[in-house]
């Protein structure tokens, strides 16, 4: 028993235990709001890889088609993947007559404020069509 300190018995104080119960709590609820975080940007990526394959689609539709597409702008709805999207294709004459470039903008349904996705590309005339 020469070893015991007198005085200071070998146990934490009550000081000391809130201490170290703040610092937990502190350090568990900034991992709380990252996580927080990273579930809500999951959800943004969702969205805006959905609203990519429907404007690949559209442009891939249009080349499909095989027609040569009118200038100007034409709107409207697509679903994919269970969310509701809706899409404008504006088409613009290039200095070359062979070709149409095609602008596709998709937006989330009740948001239209922001595009989630624009692609553009280019359509070609068909072998012996009219200008």
């Known amino acids: 028993m020469a070893n015991r300190r ?4 070998e146990a934490f104080t009550l000081v000391e235990v809130l201490v170290a119960l703040a610092i937990i709590s502190i350090a568990l609820l900034a991992a709380l709001r990252v996580a927080g975080g990273g579930t809500s940007s999951v959800g943004e990526l969702r969205a805006r890889l959905l609203a990519g394959w429907v404007a ?6 249009q ?3 095989g ?3 009118p200038t100007g702008i034409l709107k409207g709805t697509q679903s994919q993947g269970g969310f509701e999207f809706s899409w404008r294709e504006e088409v613009i004459a290039t200095p070359n007559a062979a070709f149409r470039r095609v602008d596709i903008r998709v937006f989330a349904v009740p948001d239209e404020a922001h595009a989630l996705a624009h692609l553009a590309g280019f359509v070609v005339r068909p072998v012996g069509g009219s200008r």
């Open 56 to 61: 690949e689609n559209i442009l891939a539709d």
């Open 63 to 65: 080349r499909v088609r």
């Open 67 to 69: 027609e040569w597409p």
């Open 6 to 9: 007198r005085g200071r018995p």
